[in-house]
C-alpha cells in the first residue's frame, strides 16, 4: 500500500455536536424583563447612589455567571477536537521520525558532493571563489551540483575581469587629473559604477582646484594690502639728520647697575666715554 492509499483511507467520521439551553426563551424573556425595568427614567442622585451601586453589580454578576456557562461548555465541545488531534500528530510524528532519519543520510551525501566538485574545480585555480551554500539550495543531484559549482566559478572569474577593467578605466581619467585612484577604488566594492567614482575624482579635483584658486586670489588681496601698506609709510615717513648733543652726567650706581647702563648705551649706538672725577 503507497502513501496515497494509506491518505485516502484515513476516514474521519464527523459527528456534529450541538449546544442547546434549555428553556431558552423563558431566560431569556425573564432577562429581558428585567432589563427593561431599568428603562423607564431613573434618575440616580446623593440619596440613591447606594442602590446604583448595588444595581451595577447584579448586572455584573448576571453578566459573569453566563460567560462562565459559556466557556464551560466551550472547553467541553472542543474536547473531541482535541483528541482528534493529538491522534493526526502521532501519525505525523511517526512519518516526520523516518523521513528526518533519511533526509539526515541525503544531506550529508550531498554536502560531500559539493565539497568535492569545488575541489576538483578549484584544483588549478589561483583565483579565490566565495561559495555560498544557498547557491546549492535548489539542486540535489550530483551533476546540477557540479554545474552549479563550475557556474560560480565562472562568474567570479568574469567579475574579477570586469573589475580589473573597471580600475584601468579609473586609473587612466584620475591620471589626467593628477589624483590617486587608490582611494576610489573602494567604492566599486561598495556598488558605484565606474561612471559614479569617474564623477567622485571630477568633484573632488573640481573642489581642489577651486581651493587653490581661491588661495590664489587671497593671496593676490595680502600682496596688494601689503603694499598700499608699504607705500603709505614710505609716503608719511621722511627721512630726516637728527642732531647729536653732549650731556655730562654723574651717576651713582653699583658695577652690575653700570653694566646694565653700558649695555644700553651700547645697543642704542650711543658714543660715550668715561671721565676722571677731576675731568667734570
Known amino acids: 500500500m503507497n502513501e496515497l492509499q494509506i491518505v485516502d483511507k484515513l476516514d474521519v467520521e464527523v459527528k456534529t455536536g450541538s449546544l442547546e439551553i434549555t428553556d431558552y426563551d423563558v431566560i431569556k424573556d425573564t432577562i429581558q424583563a428585567i432589563a427593561d425595568g431599568y428603562k423607564k427614567p431613573i434618575v440616580y442622585n446623593e440619596e440613591s447612589y447606594k442602590q446604583a451601586r448595588s444595581d451595577i453589580s447584579r448586572f455584573n454578576k448576571l453578566k459573569d455567571g453566563i460567560e462562565r456557562i459559556r466557556k464551560d461548555n466551550k472547553q467541553l465541545y472542543l474536547e473531541p477536537l482535541k483528541v482528534f488531534e493529538k491522534s493526526i500528530k502521532s501519525l505525523v510524528a511517526i512519518v516526520d521520525e523516518t523521513s528526518y532519519a533519511i533526509k539526515s543520510q541525503t544531506e550529508e551525501l550531498k554536502q560531500k558532493w559539493i565539497e568535492d566538485s569545488q575541489a576538483k574545480a578549484m584544483a588549478d585555480e589561483t583565483i579565490e571563489v566565495e561559495f555560498n551554500p544557498k547557491d546549492y539550495s535548489r539542486v540535489s543531484t550530483k551533476d546540477s551540483i557540479e554545474k552549479v559549482t563550475l557556474t560560480k566559478i565562472h562568474d567570479t572569474k568574469k567579475a ?10 579609473i586609473s587612466a581619467f584620475a591620471k589626467t587629473i593628477e589624483l590617486d585612484p587608490e582611494p576610489y577604488f573602494l567604492m566599486l566594492k561598495d556598488g558605484f559604477t565606474v561612471n559614479e567614482v569617474i564623477q567622485r575624482l571630477q568633484q573632488t579635483a573640481d573642489n581642489i582646484q577651486k581651493r587653490i584658486a581661491d588661495q590664489k586670489e587671497l593671496d593676490q588681496k595680502r600682496e596688494e594690502y601689503e603694499r598700499t601698506i608699504a607705500q ?13 648733543t653732549t650731556e655730562y652726567f654723574k651717576i651713582n650706581a653699583t658695577t ?25
Open 256 to 280: 652690575s647697575q653700570l653694566m646694565k647702563i653700558h649695555d644700553f648705551l651700547i645697543n642704542e649706538g650711543i658714543d660715550y666715554e668715561c671721565l676722571n672725577t677731576q675731568d667734570v
Open 160 to 169: 574579477i575581469a570586469q573589475l580589473e577593467s573597471d580600475k584601468a578605466t
Open 232 to 244: 603709505t609709510v614710505e609716503q608719511e615717513i621722511e627721512p630726516f639728520d637728527e642732531e647729536t
